[in-house]
């Protein structure tokens, strides 16, 4: 029985993991060679492509009435990308360049908009006018980010550029699209069983159903992203993947924001979100220093920011065992 739950959830992992990854290897990709005006405005939309396993579990939790387990997900999804991805890419990378073609103000601007749905599990609820204010939040850093050609005029060109990436040709065939349609229709179905599963194991245990988001869930939906950042290593672009991971957890707040739209008010428990919350606010003032005295992430740099990690999966097993 055990064992039977245990390999669907593992084979639904492995589903998003192999489907998600070749999505975010053409956004990669496209990425690489983005040098237009709309530069930032276009990494966000390509962020928001690269969340699409966190948007399989987000559609499914909301669903299935548990949107603790989205919540959960997508406020450990960023702690995964700015305390173990980014900071993984300047260990192996030997340090890795910032370039994210933001001004300073757009950049503290784009750590609170990623920080906004840690500090709203605060309380231990997560209510309407939250998710309406993170939603403002990120559209007024998007009208900011606007540059020279417009915003439709840049998602455009941007979906267009990974539709090719995806397709290896300029014009989409039939098979094409029922080839990518066939793939996401796989991705939001492994996300039906990954909640079912989650659900299971967290009642089995006896913890809150956010823990499964919070740990397992947020380095499995994003073990695409790792593969992304282990082959940028070994290309020696590893300043490049930044920009993606940028606009990933962003994303990740914007999908959060969504959630108490779909699903009203609703309750979590509050332990393991305030661990998060004070482990990302210490990730992103980090990173926000290392950012601003060189634009170099250094290895040691990076190393710090892992070992926050480390001590974030301590203190969450701790207080999940205790």
């Keep these: 029985m055990l064992l039977t ?31 237009k005006p709309g530069f930032a405005v276009a990494f966000f939309i390509l962020g928001l492509m690269t969340s699409i396993g966190e948007l399989s579990v987000a559609f499914n939790s909301s669903l299935k009435g548990v949107p603790q387990i989205s919540a959960g997900n997508l406020v450990g999804a960023s702690v995964v990308i700015f305390l173990l991805i980014i900071p993984m890419l300047a260990v192996f990378s030997h340090g890795v360049e910032l370039s994210h073609a933001l001004t300073p103000g757009n950049l503290i601007l784009t750590l609170l908009v990623i920080l906004l749905p840690a500090l ?4 231990g609820s997560v209510i309407p006018q ?17 540059k020279k ?34 793939a996401a229709v796989l991705i939001f179905i492994a996300g039906n069983i990954l909640v079912e599963e989650s659900v299971f194991f967290t009642t089995r245990l006896g913890v809150p159903a956010s823990v499964a988001g919070l740990i397992v869930l947020s380095i499995g939906t994003n073990v695409p992203e790792i593969i992304i950042a282990v082959r940028s ?10 920009g993606d991971y940028l606009g990933s957890a962003a994303a990740n707040a914007l999908l959060f924001g969504l959630l108490p739209l779909v699903n009203g008010t ?31 992430l250094s290895r040691r740099e990076g190393g710090i920011m892992c070992a926050v990690y480390g001590f974030f999966l301590t203190a969450q097993i701790l207080l999940m065992t205790s």
Excluded at 149 to 166: G, I, Q
Excluded at 233 to 242: G, N, Q, T
Excluded at 268 to 290: A, C, N
């Design 149 to 182: 050609r417009s915003f439709e005029e840049t998602v455009e060109s941007t979906v267009e550029d990974v539709r090719e990436e995806l397709t290896h040709r300029r014009r989409a065939t039939f098979l094409d699209i029922l080839h990518i349609t066939g």
């Design 266 to 296: 609703f309750l979590i428990h509050q332990g393991e979100f305030l661990i998060s919350f004070g482990i990302l606010l210490i990730g992103l003032l980090l990173f926000l220093t290392f950012a601003r005295s060189k634009n170099i």
């Design 233 to 242: 290593v070994l290309s020696h672009h590893a300043d490049i993947a930044f």
């Design 120 to 123: 709203a599990t605060l309380d």
């Design 130 to 146: 939250e998710g309406i204010l993170i939603l403002l939040f990120y559209v007024s850093l998007l009208y900011r980010l606007k």
């Design 5 to 35: 739950h245990a390999l669907l959830f593992l084979l639904a992992l492995a589903v998003i993991w192999v489907l998600s990854g070749s999505v975010i290897a053409a956004v990669d990709r496209v990425a690489q060679r983005y040098d």
